[in-house]
């Protein structure tokens, strides 16, 4: 199984970008894992909100394929503590399924046909925090995850 991360926008802050990139190599070691970034919408100024997630989720539906399995990071999807995430993720291996696409929206969240198109819908938090921010938390939680699968001390320290 693949696991890709799909994102818009990049990561203004290095030090951030410097973390998530450590996580992305660690989970090489694990699973293949890519992250795809969509680049920034242009001319948003002039768009309402809503025509900015229809045309992110444009941009966002052109790199899923028909057999990928997608999973939206969304404030309103299943919360998991580390253990049942891991859990997770593993009945999703168990499954055969190719890949899985976990999904971080825009500012504004998704638009309908990426809500349409999704398969499950996961919570990191009931808080809201940035995109960037939200890669570098789901980047170490799949870590974690695959960590907690293979019996090694991470989650522990």
Same mark, same amino acid.
């Given at each position: 199984?693949?696991?890709?991360?799909?994102?818009?926008?990049?990561?203004?802050?290095?030090?951030?970008?410097?973390?998530?990139?450590?996580?992305?190599?660690?989970?090489?070691?694990?699973?293949?894992?890519?992250?795809?970034?969509?680049?920034?919408?242009? %001319?948003?100024?002039?768009?309402?909100?809503? +025509? +900015?997630?229809?045309?992110?989720?444009? !941009?966002?539906?052109?790199?899923? !394929?028909?057999?990928?399995?997608?999973?939206?990071?969304? !404030? %309103?999807?299943?919360?998991? %503590?580390?253990?049942?995430?891991?859990?997770?993720?593993?009945?999703?291996? @168990?499954?055969?399924?190719?890949?899985?696409?976990?999904?971080?929206?825009?500012?504004?969240?998704?638009?309908?046909?990426?809500? @349409?198109?999704? @398969?499950?819908?996961?919570?990191?938090?009931?808080?809201?925090?940035?995109?960037?921010?939200?890669?570098?938390?789901?980047? !170490?939680?799949?870590?974690?995850?695959?960590?907690?699968?293979?019996?090694?001390?991470?989650?522990?320290?």
């Amino acid at each position: 199984m693949k696991i890709k991360l799909l994102t818009i926008g990049k990561t203004d802050s290095r030090p951030l970008q410097q973390l998530i990139d450590e996580y992305c190599k660690r989970l090489g070691f694990y699973i293949p894992f890519s992250m795809d970034i969509i680049p920034d919408i242009k %001319n948003t100024k002039n768009l309402t909100t809503k +025509q +900015q997630k229809i045309a992110e989720g444009k !941009e966002l539906l052109k790199k899923i !394929e028909k057999s990928d399995a997608v999973i939206l990071l969304d !404030e %309103n999807g299943k919360l998991y %503590n580390s253990i049942q995430f891991s859990a997770f993720l593993q009945k999703k291996m @168990n499954s055969g399924l190719k890949k899985i696409v976990f999904v971080i929206g825009g500012p504004y969240g998704f638009s309908d046909d990426v809500y @349409n198109r999704c @398969n499950e819908k996961v919570s990191l938090s009931p808080m809201t925090f940035s995109h960037q921010m939200v890669r570098l938390f789901f980047t !170490e939680q799949l870590y974690r995850s695959f960590t907690i699968l293979r019996n090694e001390p991470y989650h522990h320290h």
